[in-house]
């Protein structure tokens, strides 16, 4: 069974559709493939329906990953297997929504200070239907021709501490464990090495999350060498969270793709552990 437990759609920043995404998954063998949108449950639908349609080999886990805050850092926290309509979820995310909308107001703001006008309303053309995101500055700037790339765009403007930079106000780390939990999702931790903390740090943020409840952390990506997985497991095990793993595909290219190098190593428990039953 190939799990891919991180993507996206153009419900967030992911350039595909839902429909697009489920059929590629498909095509490159993903047995169990979750959609997890930044702070939204808008593409899960379509997905489902493209499934179906289809008759795709490919079972749908409905998914989100909440940008959230600890310890004044940006931390994602990805809930699968989430009831998409609960309550608390889709109070959060409305939350979230209007963070999103400030956040980008007050970015578009700066940029116009740099003599970069109308990016509001060219973040908004590109981002219909979906949460804005700081990935859709990125590309309206390189559309613009502002900026060569997507990562320049954040280098020079958009990463913290740089001149577009606004500090996000998103929930607690406890607040997103906890609604995720409230969904009758399992929380993990996303990408621990995206947050360029120090052994130190990662150790505390691992402790802080395991304490918190939180139930299992990616400990396989797409791009990844074999001893930066093994490291991850064996936090894995330390902190006694269960593993996840997936490609957060955003578009194709030839870095990162869906289910492509996923895998756990031995002494790691999938998260998926206690889903296996009702799926058989
Ligand atoms: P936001 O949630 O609005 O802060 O946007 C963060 C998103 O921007 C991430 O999910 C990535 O998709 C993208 N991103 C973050 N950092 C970079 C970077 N250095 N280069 C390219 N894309 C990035
Ligand atoms: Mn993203
Ligand atoms: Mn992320
Ligand atoms: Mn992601």
């Known amino acids: 069974m190939l799990f891919d437990l991180h993507s996206h759609t153009n419900a967030s920043d992911g350039l ?5 995404l489920v059929e590629r998954a498909a095509q490159k063998g993903v047995d169990v493939l979750a959609i997890t949108d930044h ?18 080999p ?34 959060l ?3 979230q929504a209007i963070r999103r909308y400030e956040r980008a107001k007050n970015i578009a703001h700066r940029l116009a200070k740099l003599q970069i006008v109308d ?24 559309n613009q021709g502002l ?3 997507q990562q320049n765009a954040f280098k020079q403007y958009l990463s913290k501490g740089k001149r577009a930079y606004v500090p996000p106000n998103w929930c607690s780390m ?16 996303a990408h621990p090495n995206h947050y360029e903390l120090t052994t130190k740090w990662l150790k505390r943020l691992l402790q802080v999350f395991a304490q918190a409840n939180g139930d299992a952390m990616e400990v396989a990506c797409s791009q990844q060498s074999i001893q930066a997985r093994c490291l991850l497991a064996n936090y894995a095990n330390q902190y006694q969270l269960l593993s996840s793993q ?35």
């Open 246 to 280: 997936g490609s957060d595909f955003h578009y194709p290219s030839p870095w990162i793709e869906l289910g492509r190098n996923l895998y756990l190593v031995k002494g790691c428990t999938g998260v998926w552990s206690s889903w296996e039953r009702a799926m058989e």
């Open 119 to 142: 990016a509001f309303e060219g973040v908004q053309a590109l981002a219909v239907n979906s949460s804005i995101t700081r990935a859709h500055f990125a590309r309206w700037m390189v």
């Open 147 to 149: 900026v060569k790339n």
């Open 39 to 56: 702070d939204s449950v808008a593409g899960l639908h379509l997905a489902q329906v493209a499934i179906a349609q289809k008759n795709l």
């Open 174 to 189: 406890q607040e997103a464990i906890d609604i995720i939990h409230q969904a009758k999702g399992k929380a993990v931790l």
């Open 16 to 20: 595909l559709s839902s429909e697009e």
């Open 58 to 91: 490919l079972r749908l886990i409905n998914g989100i990953e909440i940008s959230c805050i600890w310890e004044n850092i940006e931390i994602h926290i990805v809930g699968l297997n989430i009831d998409p309509n609960a309550f608390a979820l889709q109070n």
């Open 93 to 95: 995310i409305e939350q």
